[in-house]
């Protein structure tokens, strides 16, 4: 029984333990306003063999249904940590631009204004190292940082399906990257 209860209270400690993604550490919780966020899953977004940046999802309760997440009204955040020089300004545009017009399938002219405002968020220099967390809150909208600091708040709903689309929708940006996300790796 004492190597039963020890062995449980080891599992519970390693479910709020620090992932490690490669070289680079995600914490196991984060705080969207008031509401902690739990650590869903980690993944690696890789283009003709490259590691282009490492993610991290965060929600309310473990999810594995991508649909749910993309239509949850609730808190939520994606953790993108920079770790390739390939990733420049214009493909970061390209790549959200492309990436909305999928996940809206093919028409997001009834958010250009909203899309606009995500690509000036990242219109800063791409440097190997940045971290920026796209958060949602409710009545609020997505917030997005860059390395802590915070650059935009861009309100709505329809913004937050359309942005979380890009990884969870029906033609995810990498089909192994949602896989992680949700916590299948």
Same mark, same amino acid.
């Given at each position: 029984?004492?190597?039963?209860?020890?062995?449980?209270?080891?599992?519970?400690?390693?479910?709020?333990?620090p992932?490690?993604?490669?070289?680079?550490?995600?914490?196991?919780?984060?705080?969207?306003?008031?509401?902690?966020?739990?650590? !869903?899953g980690?993944?690696?977004?890789? =283009? /003709?063999?490259?590691?282009? /940046? /490492?993610?991290?999802?965060?929600?309310?309760?473990?999810?594995?249904?991508?649909?749910?997440?993309?239509?949850? !009204?609730?808190?939520?955040s994606? =953790?993108?940590?920079?770790?390739?020089s390939?990733?420049?300004?214009?493909?970061?545009?390209?790549?959200?631009?492309?990436?909305?017009?999928?996940?809206?399938?093919? !028409?997001?002219?009834?958010?250009?204004?909203?899309?606009?405002?995500?690509?000036?968020?990242?219109?800063?220099?791409?440097?190997?190292?940045?971290?920026?967390?796209?958060? /949602?809150?409710?009545?609020?909208?997505?917030?997005?940082?860059?390395?802590?600091?915070?650059?935009?708040?861009?309100?709505?709903?329809?913004?937050?399906?359309?942005?979380?689309?890009?990884?969870f929708?029906?033609?995810?940006?990498?089909e192994?990257?949602?896989?992680?996300?949700l916590?299948? !790796?």
């Amino acid at each position: 029984m004492k190597i039963f209860c020890s062995l449980l209270v080891f599992c519970s400690l390693m479910a709020f333990m620090p992932v490690q993604v490669k070289d680079v550490t995600m914490p196991d919780s984060f705080m969207a306003g008031k509401e902690k966020l739990i650590l !869903n899953g980690t993944g690696i977004r890789s =283009k /003709y063999f490259i590691d282009l /940046y /490492y993610g991290a999802l965060y929600l309310k309760r473990k999810e594995k249904d991508p649909k749910k997440i993309v239509d949850a !009204n609730e808190e939520m955040s994606m =953790k993108i940590h920079i770790v390739s020089s390939h990733i420049t300004n214009e493909k970061m545009e390209g790549a959200l631009r492309d990436g909305f017009k999928t996940s809206m399938g093919g !028409n997001s002219a009834p958010l250009e204004k909203e899309i606009d405002d995500i690509v000036k968020a990242f219109s800063e220099k791409i440097k190997v190292g940045d971290e920026y967390d796209l958060t /949602y809150i409710v009545d609020k909208g997505i917030v997005i940082r860059r390395n802590g600091k915070e650059r935009i708040t861009i309100p709505g709903y329809p913004f937050k399906k359309a942005l979380f689309g890009i990884w969870f929708g029906p033609e995810p940006a990498d089909e192994d990257l949602e896989q992680g996300l949700l916590g299948n !790796n």
